[in-house]
């Protein structure tokens, strides 16, 4: 893989840093002034090189925050399943042969019991995704 260097000019660039001060953001204020900043820069004519690469940077901070401040949490495999019978309007009853009974589906729904293995692949199957969803 080959890496390009990019020449920058110290004494241009060192004004945009001026002008900006990028940082690590630790607030939605800080945040959304770099992101003011970057779509300044977006839509400003200037596309030299420091430009672009103060627009990377500031990009990469603002995703970096974002995952810290907004990061989303892993589901469960019960709430996978949960999302997927709401969106499709099915209830309990719909899943009785997948499951194999009404006993082991109402265990499933209300925590009582994981999705096996086995059961995860019909789901997957039933659902149309992956059966690591339900793992």
């Known amino acids: 893989m080959s890496t390009t260097i990019i020449e920058l000019d110290a004494k241009t660039y060192g004004q945009l840093l001026g002008r900006t001060l990028p940082h690590v953001i630790h607030t939605d204020e800080e945040c959304e002034r770099l992101t003011n900043e970057l779509m300044?820069?977006?839509?400003?004519?200037?596309?030299?090189?420091?430009?672009?690469?103060?627009?990377?940077?500031?990009?990469?901070?603002i995703d970096e925050y974002e995952a810290r401040r907004y990061a989303i949490r892993k589901a469960s495999p019960r709430q996978i399943l949960q999302?997927?019978?709401?969106?499709?309007?099915?209830?309990?009853?719909?899943?009785?042969?997948?499951?194999?009974?009404?006993?082991?589906?109402?265990?499933?729904?209300?925590?009582?019991?994981?999705?096996?293995?086995?059961?995860?692949?019909?789901?997957?199957?039933?659902?149309?995704?992956?059966?690591?969803?339900?793992?």
């Open 40 to 61: 300044r820069l977006d839509e400003s004519e200037d596309h030299s090189a420091e430009a672009k690469e103060l627009a990377e940077l500031l990009t990469v901070l």
């Open 83 to 135: 999302h997927l019978m709401e969106a499709r309007n099915l209830t309990q009853k719909d899943l009785w042969k997948t499951f194999g009974s009404k006993g082991i589906t109402s265990e499933v729904f209300h925590g009582k019991r994981s999705i096996s293995k086995a059961q995860a692949k019909k789901l997957a199957k039933f659902f149309h995704v992956s059966a690591a969803l339900f793992i």
